[in-house]
């Protein structure tokens, strides 16, 4: 400290933090001129932390993502072979998701509604995940995996097969019937089985009648 | 028509019909009281036809199923190949949600809202699919599937790994990123890799520090 005045980073993280306690007292959304009169503190200091109403959501999502980016970033720097790298890379944003979860059930369905919302402010942490997958999409090609796919059609199918993982909200509604254990098989499977030939499931004339 | 009254059966049809379009006009559940009142019934009739204020919700969410069960039935009873066959089983309800869904997206959005609220009135059809589920399954194994897996463990993952093609309200945020094409390779995924052999991917120690 200078003595200038409040660190203008600390200032802004209790600020956050002061905003999802709200969240999670109230259910729903918080705008600037509440936190500043829920939280006591000077309307002029939370629109200099946050010049736009925007500013404040996206610091909210930001925090709550920065978790999962340290993990996908951890897992990425490892020298892992493919298939361990996959698992770690869900398995590791799995279980953070299910402890925030259990710690909060009803916070953790205002954060999915808020999300889900507000999809916009949360669609490049999304893309982030993408990007990262498609790294490892790469790495496994590499060493043979998902053979004849182009990368976005792996990155699709992926993202699909180990949906109920990535998708927050699914823990209100599965939480016991996912598991480390059960993505291991999944993330397993898609290296053994995943990968342009057709085999025929879908068949010649796709649906048909019986 | 024996001229003795109004047929009981097409009676229930038309007030089933009556409260969903109550339904989707306004956005919530519609009770015996609303359905009599807004659908200028006698009130006594409603409540001849549905003696609980459940009944009315069930024969809604009966209604709903009934094309699901009717495709299941068939694709069990045909004699096409169990990689096939699952295929259909999925698929043939998938595009049923999503011409449902694309007639009247914010109509299937209530009813996916409904149907979350009120789960232990849907609970029924979800465990009806899983017992036909289970036949595909064991007959998949008679001829080499999902080796060594118990037909709970192998369920479970099927479920999962299809989960954005089962759960209806995925249609109202991935809608054009599914497609018959993509579950026909997921389904090709899970007849090639899907066993209880461990690959791997999970490693031995589960989670560990990178």
Redesign the interface.
Known sequence: MTGAGPDPASEKVRLVRAAMRMIEQTGHDVTRAALASGGGFPRARVEAIFPEETDLFDAIVENWFVGHIAIME??L??D??P??K???FF??RF?LQRERFRADPAAFRVYCELG?VH?ERVRSYVDLADHYLCELIAQAQAEGAFEGLAIDEAL??IN??V??YI?AE?LT?LDH??S????????????????A???????VK??RA?
């Open positions: 951890e897992v720097a490892t892992l072979p298939n361990r996959m698992f770690e398995a590791r279980v889900s999809f699709s199918l699909q097969m949906h109920p998708f699914a509604y019937r996912l480390e254990e059960k993505l291991g098989r999944i993330v397993d499977t898609l290296f053994a089985g995943l990968c030939a057709d085999r025929g499931a879908r068949g796709g649906l019986a």
